[in-house]
């Protein structure tokens, strides 16, 4: 069964970076993409950016430009969300997503990771 | 950006009534419209997907219509198991962007 397994809880001091881990089974890593979304306390979710799982290409959302790297290690079937400059309003819970596409290659997210818990504290 | 809103951001419903969540999108998105279940502390849950087409493995009280910038979540008949909050999620353009969320409470 398709599963997504992400790393532990991360606390981290304003100013730090965290890389958060997502590992993929169940199918062939290189055949979907995985998105990253995050959600803030009391928040909607928000997109934070794609990685496709074949070819390695990225795209991020404008808001997270030059704070967040997504890269993806193929061997390991793990993907990786590293966000830098961290503030309090990094606080969050983090999940990877795998992207499914539809005939009409509408896209949806149909697997979760349960989520990293990221807190930022001084 | 697309903006998604969501009416009503809560609601309180019994079991077995008939529940109707919408949602509007800030421009037309066609049918790239998602629907999400998310219980508390769980990650959400795919329930519909491309505006109205059940997901694999959901159960037939879910069901979803619309396209352009109107969308609409049908809960045939609340079960306890469906008090939750719901989400849509536009992936028409980037970034995707998601619903406030519905909460559906016990009344």
């Known amino acids: 069964q398709v599963q997504l397994v992400q790393s532990g809880a991360e606390v981290k001091k304003p100013g730090a970076s965290v890389k958060v881990s997502c590992k993929a089974s169940g199918y062939t890593f290189t055949t979907y993409s995985i998105h990253w979304v995050r959600q803030a306390p009391g928040q909607r979710l928000e997109w934070m950016g794609w990685?496709?799982?074949?070819?390695?290409?990225?795209r991020y959302a404008q808001k997270f430009q030059g704070r967040v790297t997504i890269t993806r290690d193929t061997s390991a079937s793990t993907a990786y969300m590293e966000l830098s400059s961290l503030r309090s309003e990094d606080t969050a819970v983090y999940y990877c997503?795998?992207?499914?596409?539809?005939?009409?290659?509408?896209?949806?997210?149909?697997?979760w990771g349960q989520g990293t818990l990221v807190t930022v504290s001084s | 950006d697309i903006q998604m809103t969501q009416s009503p951001s809560s609601l309180s419903a019994s079991v077995g009534d008939r529940v109707i969540i919408t949602c509007r999108a800030s421009q037309s998105i066609s049918s790239y419209l998602n629907w999400y279940q998310q219980k508390p502390g769980k990650a959400p849950k795919l329930l519909i997907y491309a505006a109205s087409s059940l997901q694999s493995g959901v159960t037939s009280r879910f069901s979803g219509s619309g396209s352009g910038t109107d969308f609409t979540l049908t809960i045939s008949s609340l079960q306890p198991e469906d008090f939750a909050t719901y989400f849509c999620q536009q992936t028409y353009s980037t970034p995707q962007t998601f619903g406030q969320g519905t909460k559906v409470e016990i009344k």
């Open positions: 990685i496709n799982g074949g070819t390695g290409n990225t």
């Open positions: 997503t795998r992207e499914s596409q539809s005939s009409r290659y509408i896209t949806s997210s149909d697997y």
